[in-house]
């Protein structure tokens, strides 16, 4: 391979003349962790956005009432120091922590008082309140506060005092403390918003983030790069750097030679292909945990033969999942059994998933009086999620295996937008689509198997409703117990793989590469990232 | 003169309006729809979608809307992203000098490059050099932009460690606030010892990979341009008169020669902007073709709109320079 120059030698002086001095490593300044995310956030205002990289270029300035312990998803005491819950699950009254200091010096904001009540009230009224004087900055589109159902399901948000805040829900709902630790429920300064409403620059509210997080922002460059600097008065657990920086790097390939070029210690979503050269690396380290995520195909138990639960479990039967973990998720899948990941609380792991047995399925399809060839669709996603790599391959690899038990299928799909649409409306015999979790909470993934989901341009493209397994999901919103819950998931999960409305694919495993100088970062099962209480050694 | 300025100016009117309408039209065939692409998953209820199709103005027909984006362009107006809610001149304006400065510096190495080797090929017709020059120039064009910035960062950036992998500025090292834009300037308006150095270092690879094609072309352009001018009288006579080889080629047959290679630069400033939307993604350059990838993905309508029609101008408006130039060159082309 060559540049078309003349006299090769000369030219390439020439051209390298400015590259006299080799790049400079790292360690020049110690204390700067430069983690290569993939994107710019749409802003710093997690309730108006959607991605995973807008969340996590505004995680680092925010603090929430309630938080996930780093690397899991236990639910833990943030600004609100403690909580009670009444017995009927409706009213949360909130004891908000003490002498918190909102960041102090960012677009020459001084507060003048810590962080209350009224603070937690601007927050969620701003999302919930259509005439709110911040509504409708910066597009006002609150899509977790409507999807996490807090626009149809809060009667009330209530300062008792300055520390306490009482909110009050239609009908009863213990997620919503694991709701409340998501980003969208990230607490602004109310103060901080009145001051820019009074300079006329309310959108600058969105775009020049102040919270009372690990680390206060400096500056942000769309697509170059995002500064931080380490808040010395965090409440909590500290920062051991001094400055974060998220230098924006789209392309994995560009990522990795970064990485191990030293111009970034942490970098995000590394390229399945690399990471076995990544592991070789004595200057990397890769760690990985499967993703809080579930790809499955689903069978329309609407439609026949898909409403006899004997095909259902024959076609489950059919299919060589352990090949398509190995050819399309190239080692960064794990097969699945359940719906959740065995990263959540209340998986079950007594169950067992169906063999891989063509023979017996064939068998199954004969005793359910099925005639074959049998003629189906099977539709697959446009797209790349992440919980599936390449649907088409799975799908092709799918139909492959389905013709060796008599059973043609035809491979269907459209845009993403609309085949989500058709797929919810159950105008499939089968269909591949995944989930990704958002809470933490179980509930957050069985819902995709209940009644109400079940209905037309509902989320259950199974279209299945089971008495047994949604009588269980509904009775477990309304326990606070944990271990009670966690009985109804884990016979919800036999009841589940014994009625086969779907099967279930794959979780994805999630890699997160470094370099060996990085220390106690804590990979979070939320895909989320996280630099608090990351040190560079 | 300005009757020729007039005339290629009213000349740009219709291509503008072709432009308009060719944007406007090819975002929409693309399937998908700004809302239903933000919301992945987890799906949206008819009503909110319809009150978001609503507040962007998408439930009006088609050619409302394409009426009130002609509107909207005429008022100078570009719309708001519908992603950041910014609006698209800011967002373009904020982009764009990194844009320009790689571009420059890609145009400067195939220029600095492209114009001697040609000239040299020229001057040795037939020879092993003009042929390796002319088949590497060959391999040059067809280069596919990402693997040859991709293969250059493996070995320059990675093995040797001759440069940086990407961006624009050691970011560990250097923290000053955009003023310009253009991080060379910026650098060297912060006064901080080595950053001018190392701006300048952060640009070497992007510049190669933009100006590889561009090298190429002119490298053969500049070439043929000599071989004509070789043939002609007055360089016969030049040389009869015994001016050393250097003068007669370097003075009286490039002078003559550049002419048609100075279109072919303008013509090179549209063969850049499509390099930069792919040069930018490798190397995490923050300018206007990465953002339009992004514009394109998110369906984000007006910031694709706005931005297409901004670089087109720009394009548009550098290749007018060019004929008017050519025009002020040579003063048969301004009356013909």
């Known amino acids: ?537 | 003169m300005f009757r020729y300025l007039l005339r290629r100016l009213a000349l740009t009117i219709p291509t503008f309006i072709a432009l308009m309408f060719v944007t406007f039209a090819a975002i929409r065939m693309v399937p998908g729809d700004p809302v239903e692409v933000r919301v992945g998953e987890r799906g949206i209820s008819p009503e909110r979608l319809a009150m978001f199709r609503h507040e962007l103005g998408l439930d009006q027909p088609v050619w409302k809307q394409f009426w009130d984006y002609v509107v909207q362009l005429l008022h100078g107006d570009f719309g708001t992203s519908l992603a950041t809610n910014q609006k698209v001149l800011t967002e373009f304006a904020a982009l764009f000098p990194a844009t320009i400065e790689l571009s420059l510096a890609g145009m400067l190495f195939a220029v600095l490059l492209g114009i001697p080797a040609g000239t040299i090929a020229a001057a040795r017709r037939g020879t092993v050099f003009d042929q390796t020059l002319m088949g590497l120039s060959v391999t040059g064009y067809s280069m596919p932009i990402f693997w040859w910035g991709l293969l250059l960062i493996m070995f320059v950036a990675e093995r040797w460690g001759l440069t940086p992998v990407s961006g624009r500025i050691d970011l560990i090292k250097f923290y000053f606030d955009p003023v310009t834009g253009f991080m060379v300037i910026d650098a060297w308006l912060s006064g901080q010892v080595g950053a001018v150095k190392d701006a300048l270092h952060h640009l070497v690879l992007p510049a190669i990979v933009l100006g590889t094609i561009p090298l190429a072309v002119i490298a053969r352009m500049t070439r043929s341009a000599m071989l004509d001018v070789l043939s002609e009288d007055y360089v016969r006579t030049a040389r009869a008169k015994g001016l050393p080889a250097w003068r007669v080629i370097g003075l009286h047959a490039l002078r003559n020669a550049l002419i048609p290679v100075i279109t072919i630069i303008g013509l090179q400033v549209g063969t850049l902007m499509a390099g930069a939307v792919l040069t930018e993604t490798i190397f995490s350059w923050p300018g206007v073709g990465k953002w339009l990838i992004e514009s394109i993905s998110r369906r984000d309508y007006p910031a694709l709109q706005g931005g297409v029609m901004l670089i087109s101008s720009i394009v548009i408006g550098v290749n007018l320079l060019v004929d008017l130039t050519y025009g002020l060159i040579n003063p048969r082309i301004r009356h013909g």
């Open chain 1, 1 to 537: 391979m060559s540049i078309p120059m003349p006299r090769s030698k000369a030219a390439i002086a020439v051209v390298f003349a400015l590259a006299s001095l080799a790049a400079a490593p790292l360690t020049a300044s110690a204390k700067t962790l430069v983690y290569c995310s993939e994107g710019s956030p749409e802003n710093f205002t997690p309730a108006i956005n959607t991605t995973g990289t807008s969340f996590d270029a505004a995680r680092p300035i925010y603090d929430k009432l309630t938080q996930f312990t780093r690397g899991s998803t236990t639910v833990e005491p943030g600004l609100a120091e403690s909580w009670t819950v009444s017995p009927d699950a409706k009213v949360f009254t909130f004891k908000l922590r003490k002498g918190v200091k909102f960041h102090s010096g960012v677009n020459g904001f001084t507060p003048t008082r810590d962080f209350n009540a009224d603070d937690v009230l601007f927050s969620f009224e701003r999302q919930w309140k259509a005439d709110h004087p911040y509504a409708k900055v910066s597009g006002g589109k609150y899509d977790y506060f409507a999807d996490m159902g807090l626009s149809d399901d809060v009667q009330s948000i209530e300062k008792i005092d300055p520390l306490t805040v009482r909110l009050t829900l239609k009908k009863p709902n213990v997620t919503m403390l694991a709701n409340l630790a998501m980003d969208f429920a990230a607490i602004h300064s109310a103060e901080y918003a009145d001051m820019m409403a009074k300079a006329g620059k309310k959108e600058q509210f969105d775009q020049i983030p102040v919270g009372t997080g690990a680390f206060s922002f400096v500056a942000y460059q769309k697509d170059a790069v995002i500064r931080f600097k380490a808040n010395k008065d965090y409440w909590g657990e500290k920062a051991l750097v001094d400055d974060l920086v998220f230098a924006i790097t789209p392309d994995p390939t560009a990522r990795y030679s970064k990485l191990k070029a030293g111009e970034c210690h942490f970098v995000i979503a590394p390229r399945p292909a690399d990471l076995p050269e990544m592991q070789k690396d004595a200057a990397l380290k890769v760690i990985n945990q499967s993703g809080l995520n579930i790809a499955y195909w689903a069978f329309n138990t609407q439609k026949a033969p898909f409403d006899k639960k004997e095909v259902r479990q024959a076609l489950s039967m059919a299919i060589d999942k352990s090949a398509i973990i190995k050819d399309v998720y190239l080692g960064a899948g794990q097969a699945a059994k359940n719906l959740i990941p065995p990263t959540l609380w209340s998986y079950n792991d007594a169950v067992k998933d169906y063999p891989f047995d063509q023979a017996k399925a064939k068998d199954m399809l004969a005793k359910a009086g099925v005639k074959t060839p049998l003629d189906i669709d099977l539709w697959y996603m446009p797209v790349q999620r992440p919980y599936n790599p390449n649907a088409k391959r799975i799908a092709e690899m799918m139909q492959a295996d389905l013709a060796k038990v008599g059973v043609n299928a035809k491979l269907v799909t459209f845009e993403w937008g609309e085949y989500r649409k058709r797929l919810q409306q159950g105008e499939h015999m089968t269909g591949m689509l995944g989930w990704t979790g958002d809470n933490g909470d179980p509930d957050n993934f069985f819902f995709l198997r209940g009644c109400d989901a079940a209905r037309p341009g509902g989320q259950n493209v199974a279209k299945w409703c089971n008495k047994a397994f949604d009588e269980r999901l509904e009775k477990a919103r309304t326990l606070a117990d944990v271990k009670e819950r966690t009985k109804l998931y884990q016979e919800m999960q036999q009841i589940e793989k014994d009625d086969a409305p779907d099967f279930k694919i794959a979780h994805s495993v999630v890699y997160e590469a470094m370099r060996k100088e990085v220390t106690g970062y804590k990979q979070s099962p939320f895909g989320s990232h996280q630099f608090n209480g990351v040190e560079l050694k």
